[in-house]
């Protein structure tokens, strides 16, 4: 009986990274588009909700209260910055060049921002906002950014750990 390969368990790792990966990316669109889907008045009670909750929060830190606007300002920030992330894990499990392709995540994250602004323009009571694009491509690269520096880390901590070379990380 021939004894298994250290190479088939990292196969079988990076497909389940993969599949792990690639699942959280394509949620994550789904996640945006299906904001973008939601009627005005729907969007802005979860909005006022979601407002009020923070600010009870920021008050018992003895924070001034935020806005509903600046409160969906940072959703929209912060649910590009998620898909920014996903993005650039799932370029790192199918490409050990991701440093060169990082143009990739961008450039999705761009496609996906202007997307989901033309989404809401066929939206009642919503509309597009070139504004919007901006904060939410700032996102997207808040996300790789972070994404890049745990795939730093970790890649450091392995080496550290006697597991792999340093090599170029291009």
Not at 16 to 42: C, D, G, K, P, Q
Request: proline share 4%; aromatic share 16%; with cysteine.
């Amino acid at each position: 009986m021939a004894e298994p390969k250290s190479g088939g368990v990292k196969s079988a790792l990076l497909i389940l990274f993969r599949i792990i990966f690639t699942f959280f990316a394509l949620y994550s669109v789904y996640f945006i588009f299906s904001n973008s889907l939601e009627l005005a008045a729907a969007s802005s009670a979860r909005s006022g909700q979601i407002t009020a909750l923070l600010n009870k929060f920021l008050a018992a830190l003895d924070i001034p209260p935020l806005r509903e606007a600046v409160v969906r300002k940072l959703a929209h920030f912060a649910e590009f910055a998620m898909s920014g992330f996903w993005f650039t894990l799932c370029l790192r499990v199918y490409t050990r060049h991701y440093i060169r392709h990082i143009s990739w995540p961008l450039f999705l994250g761009l496609l996906i921002a202007n997307t989901d602004e033309l989404i809401q323009s066929f939206v009642p009571g919503r509309g597009p906002s070139v504004r919007d694009v901006w904060i939410d491509f700032g996102g997207v690269c808040a996300g790789v950014f972070v994404a890049l520096m745990l795939l730093v880390l970790l890649s450091s901590f392995w080496y550290l750990l006697g597991f792999g070379s340093h090599k170029r990380m291009s």
